[in-house]
């Protein structure tokens, strides 16, 4: 598999969401992808809007639960993101002078900041440092390898800036869905400063098809600083072998880590991030309780919910008629009507409303064993495109645990055809 293929899996383990920092607006930030047709038209939908789409990963509708992990904040720093610690430049050796902007601390090099990594972490044997300093447009940011006697790990440190009462904060903090990030544990708290802070240990792979795994600290302050730090149990965070059964830092040292006052200069050399605008009401006013609500009235009795989450445009619902666990998920996007010569031609069902209907019968997508995907997607005569899927697992990353969705296909061409999506 290609690392560009790689990098795409590990986003979509996040549902996050999954375009955090992508550029494309922040209501599309952070959010685990949505599957197949749904991919398929946006993607037609951008491309002719836009002529050139980036790919996949910015020209989604999708939902956001836990950005930060879903979708790798370290390695930019700048809190524009960033393609993990790979991406950045390898620092100079010699040490330039420290400058100094108008309003701001002094400059700090790339060196200096890899510096600063290395005064907080255990003794060890160092090696792989890379890194950007403060004036670098990306944002400063320090990696390295760590041998502490027990094996080489890569750790990482991205400094930036964010505005603290925003959503895009909130999301930041915010653990993974576990229904589509798997994860040993996430918690957060608030410190005794009023700053707050999330760790998590969970894996590079969504999927765990390989053992790598990826542990976490972000930390946001009250005056809109973020520290973000990763460590792995293997010397790169991709294409390289486990060396050890668990990363180098406990939990209390990484927390040390990003909280550590070391970072303070590095913090007092950026600009501070603008506040965020208020955020614009959904499209025809679903948004994710909204849709949630919905969603959950057109389910057949037997559909018991036992897990639930909604977001602008996009809701799921994991349910148990007795026979095991089923993920059912449902997409509404307003004008689609470019998107439906190609997804809506020769084949498709029409309604006496003129709403067309498709279906679809499939493997699922995300590399569960034994997992396939029923599909009902519909677009009515003025754009609205609502697509319901389920499958026969209560996640697409983890086995079957039944033969077939607990909706059959025809309740699930109900949930898509039904009038209450027409509604506000």
Same mark, same amino acid.
């Given at each position: 598999?290609?690392?560009?293929?790689?990098?795409?899996?590990?986003?979509?383990?996040?549902?996050?969401?999954?375009?955090?920092?992508?550029?494309?607006?922040?209501?599309?930030?952070? &959010?685990?992808?949505?599957?197949?047709?749904?991919?398929?038209?946006?993607?037609?939908?951008?491309?002719?809007?836009? %002529?050139? !789409?980036?790919?996949?990963?910015?020209?989604?509708?999708?939902?956001?639960?836990?950005?930060?992990?879903?979708?790798?904040?370290?390695?930019?720093?700048?809190?524009?993101?960033?393609?993990?610690?790979?991406?950045?430049?390898?620092?100079?050796? +010699?040490?330039?002078?420290?400058?100094?902007?108008?309003?701001?601390?002094?400059?700090? =090099?790339?060196? *200096? !900041?890899?510096?600063?990594?290395?005064?907080?972490?255990? /003794? @060890?044997?160092?090696?792989?440092?890379?890194?950007?300093?403060?004036?670098?447009?990306?944002?400063?940011?320090?990696?390295?390898?760590?041998?502490?006697?027990?094996? @080489?790990?890569?750790? @990482?440190?991205?400094?930036?800036?964010?505005?603290?009462?925003?959503?895009?904060?909130? *999301?930041?903090?915010?653990?993974?869905?576990?229904?589509?990030?798997?994860?040993?544990?996430? &918690?957060?708290?608030?410190?005794?400063?009023?700053?707050?802070?999330?760790?998590?240990?969970?894996? /590079?792979?969504?999927?765990?098809?390989?053992?790598?795994?990826?542990?976490?600290?972000?930390?946001?302050?009250?005056?809109?600083?973020?520290?973000?730090?990763? /460590?792995?149990?293997?010397?790169?965070?991709?294409?390289?072998?486990?060396?050890?059964?668990?990363?180098? $830092?406990?939990?209390?040292?990484?927390?040390?880590?990003?909280?550590?006052?070391?970072?303070?200069?590095?913090?007092?050399?950026?600009?501070?991030?603008?506040?965020?605008?208020?955020?614009?009401? =959904? %499209?025809?006013?679903?948004?994710?309780?909204?849709?949630?609500?919905?969603?959950?009235?057109?389910?057949?009795?037997?559909?018991?919910?036992?897990?639930?989450?909604?977001?602008?445009?996009?809701?799921?619902?994991?349910?148990?008629?007795?026979?095991?666990?089923?993920?059912?998920?449902?997409?509404? *996007?307003?004008?689609?009507?470019?998107?439906?010569?190609?997804?809506?031609?020769?084949?498709?069902?029409?309604?006496?409303? @003129?709403?067309?209907?498709?279906?679809?019968?499939?493997?699922?997508?995300?590399?569960?064993?034994?997992?396939?995907?029923?599909?009902?997607?519909?677009?009515?005569?003025?754009?609205?495109?609502?697509?319901?899927?389920?499958?026969?697992?209560?996640?697409?990353? +983890?086995?079957? +645990?039944?033969?077939?969705?607990?909706?059959?296909?025809? *309740? $699930?061409?109900?949930?898509?055809? =039904?009038?209450?999506?027409?509604?506000?």
């Amino acid at each position: 598999m290609s690392g560009m293929q790689e990098d795409l899996d590990a986003f979509e383990g996040g549902l996050g969401d999954a375009l955090r920092r992508t550029g494309e607006g922040f209501a599309m930030e952070g &959010r685990p992808l949505v599957d197949g047709g749904v991919m398929r038209g946006r993607r037609r939908q951008r491309r002719r809007r836009i %002529a050139a !789409v980036t790919g996949s990963v910015t020209a989604l509708a999708v939902v956001g639960f836990g950005a930060s992990y879903a979708t790798g904040a370290l390695g930019d720093g700048s809190g524009r993101g960033g393609s993990g610690v790979a991406a950045g430049p390898t620092a100079q050796e +010699t040490l330039p002078a420290a400058k100094t902007s108008p309003g701001r601390g002094p400059e700090l =090099s790339a060196q *200096q !900041v890899i510096r600063t990594l290395e005064g907080l972490l255990p /003794e @060890g044997k160092v090696s792989g440092r890379s890194g950007r300093g403060t004036a670098d447009r990306l944002g400063p940011w320090a990696h390295l390898v760590l041998d502490d006697g027990r094996g @080489g790990a890569a750790i @990482g440190v991205s400094v930036g800036t964010v505005d603290p009462d925003g959503t895009k904060a909130k *999301q930041l903090l915010e653990c993974p869905d576990k229904v589509f990030t798997p994860y040993d544990s996430c &918690r957060t708290e608030t410190l005794a400063d009023g700053s707050r802070l999330t760790l998590l240990r969970g894996y /590079e792979y969504p999927d765990k098809r390989v053992d790598t795994k990826r542990w976490n600290a972000h930390l946001v302050t009250p005056d809109g600083y973020s520290v973000d730090a990763s /460590e792995w149990n293997a010397p790169a965070e991709k294409g390289a072998a486990v060396t050890r059964d668990t990363p180098p $830092l406990t939990e209390g040292r990484l927390k040390a880590l990003v909280t550590s006052a070391a970072w303070r200069p590095v913090m007092n050399a950026l600009d501070r991030a603008a506040p965020e605008p208020a955020r614009q009401p =959904s %499209a025809q006013g679903q948004d994710g309780r909204t849709i949630l609500r919905k969603f959950k009235s057109l389910l057949p009795p037997s559909a018991k919910v036992t897990a639930e989450r909604g977001d602008d445009g996009y809701a799921y619902v994991v349910v148990d008629d007795g026979r095991g666990a089923s993920l059912v998920q449902i997409n509404v *996007q307003p004008n689609m009507s470019d998107v439906e010569e190609s997804l809506f031609g020769a084949g498709a069902e029409v309604l006496p409303d @003129g709403t067309k209907v498709v279906t679809h019968k499939a493997p699922g997508e995300k590399g569960g064993a034994g997992v396939v995907m029923w599909t009902a997607d519909t677009i009515r005569p003025d754009g609205l495109r609502v697509v319901v899927s389920a499958f026969n697992s209560g996640s697409q990353r +983890t086995e079957a +645990t039944r033969e077939t969705p607990a909706l059959t296909m025809r *309740q $699930l061409k109900s949930v898509a055809t =039904s009038g209450k999506w027409a509604a506000k």
